[in-house]
Antibody
Framework: QVQLLESGGGVVQPGRSLRLSCAASGFTFSSHVMHWVRQAPGKGLEWVALISYDGSNKYYADSVKGRFTISRDNSKNTLYLQMNSLRGEDTALYYC???????????????WGQGTLVTVSS | DIVMTQSPDSLAVSLGERATINCKSSQSLLYSSNDKNYLTWYQQKPGQPPKLLIYWASTRESGVPDRFSGSGSGTDFTLTISSLQAEDVAVYYCQQYYTTPLTFGGGTKVEIK
């Protein structure tokens, strides 16, 4: 069965960095566009970034552009999010999510991980 | 960016009654070349990640009960729960995938009256 397992969250001071990972299993990881979506405590969902199935194309929300970098290692079935210059407003539960359609430009999500919590605080 | 606006923010419905959630986009989500609306609906229960319910505005995901239905086109969409069950208590989100950045509505909380 499809599983997405995020890790790497924690408490970090403003201005510092953190790298999140998402280990995928149960499907052909290299065939799917992957995403990071976040949810601030008690708030709604915010899309953060996507990466194409082969890693050649990446798109970001304006709120993280220039600070966050999405990447993937298809040999390890793992998705990453490098987060630099963190701010208080980045505090959220970070989910990785899979595009429902393989190698698609239609970006909606059929599987989500349980999320990893990032808290930015001094 | 496409702004997604949901209404109401919350609603309380009696068991077995109909629940209707609205979602309005700031521009059309209908792609003329394929006549498809790039709109999806998710359900999020407390402490859980979102679950895909509906895509292409009206196509039910496999395994989703048929009491959930999606409708609408262009800029106005609706999620209907025809007969509310206790397990449907959740927050519901719409999301557009017409273009990046992908954007979500603010969510609608559904409770039992």
């Amino acid at each position: 069965q499809v599983q997405l397992l995020e890790s790497g969250g924690g408490v970090v001071q403003p201005g510092r960095s953190l790298r999140l990972s998402c280990a995928a299993s149960g499907f052909t990881f290299s065939s799917h566009v992957m995403h990071w979506v976040r949810q601030a405590p008690g708030k709604g969902l915010e899309w953060v970034a996507l990466i194409s199935y082969d890693g050649s194309n990446k798109y970001y929300a304006d709120s993280v552009k220039g600070r966050f970098t999405i990447s993937r290692d298809n040999s390890k079935n793992t998705l990453y999010l490098q987060m630099n210059s963190l701010r208080g407003e980045d505090t959220a539960l970070y989910y990785c999510a899979r595009d429902r359609e393989m190698a698609s430009i239609n970006h909606y999500f059929d599987y989500w991980g349980q999320g990893t919590l990032v808290t930015v605080s001094s | 960016d496409i702004v997604m606006t949901q209404s109401p923010d919350s609603l309380a419905v009696s068991l077995g009654e109909r629940a209707t959630i609205n979602c309005k986009s700031s521009q059309s989500l209908l792609y003329s070349s394929n006549d498809k609306n790039y709109l999806t609906w998710y359900q999020q229960k407390p402490g859980q990640p979102p679950k895909l319910l509906i895509y292409w505005a009206s196509t039910r995901e496999s395994g989703v009960p048929d009491r959930f239905s999606g409708s609408g086109s262009g800029t106005d969409f609706t999620l209907t729960i025809s007969s509310l069950q206790a397990e449907d208590v959740a927050v519901y989100y719409c999301q557009q995938y017409y273009t990046t950045p992908l954007t979500f509505g603010g969510g609608t909380k559904v409770e039992i009256k």
